[in-house]
């Protein structure tokens, strides 16, 4: 079994879209950043990459390259996915974290779940993403950005079902 953890926080801004785990959320600030900014599927990707041991998502997904500019997150955590099985591992759950002040997102999880589980090919119950407040402290309380964690459990052996 190999374990990983992931993290990641973007900048609130005007004139952005909000994406979080691959939904398009009705707010008036977004995400600043080189891809769609999904901190959600960034913190995802890292706590993959990082339970492999093969670094973060910056080293595979520069932001100094144009051809990730404004991608969806989504196309990346494919990617990270089948570096998972590439390297002999399933994924054997999923657990996140978002941390945002405003807007509620309850209504979005089940979404943002299934957009994770099927771009991973993941079976119902294999991904849980869950959303608190600071309760006004902090850069997310002030709401200045959204954070989001994440942790992954691997199993050596074929594709999850």
């Known amino acids: 079994m190999r ?3 992931g993290y990641d926080v973007h ?8 994406i979080l785990g691959g939904v398009k959320i ?3 600030l977004g995400l600043q950043g080189h891809s769609d900014a999904d901190v959600l599927v960034h913190a995802i990707m890292d706590a993959l990459l990082g339970a492999l041991a093969l670094g973060d998502i910056g080293k595979h997904f520069p932001d100094a390259d144009a051809a ?4 969806d997150s989504l196309l990346l955590l494919k990617k990270v996915g089948q570096l998972v099985a590439e390297n002999g591992y399933k994924i054997n759950n999923i657990d996140s974290t978002i941390i945002a002040q405003a807007p509620k997102l309850a209504p979005y999880i089940e979404m ?9 090919d993941l079976s119902r119950g294999c991904v849980s993403v869950k959303a608190t407040t600071e309760e006004g402290l902090g850069f997310t309380g002030s709401e200045q950005g959204i954070a989001a964690n994440a942790a992954v459990s691997l199993l ?3 594709k999850s079902r």
Do not use: F, P, Q
Not at 11 to 18: P, S, T
Not at 68 to 71: E, I, N, Q, R, S
Not at 112 to 120: G, K, Y
């Open 3 to 5: 374990i990983g953890i």
């Open 11 to 18: 900048r609130l801004v005007k004139n952005r879209a909000l």
């Open 26 to 28: 009705e707010h008036s």
């Open 68 to 71: 990730y500019k404004d991608c």
């Open 112 to 120: 943002m779940v299934e957009n994770i589980r099927i771009t991973l």
């Open 156 to 158: 050596k052996g074929e």
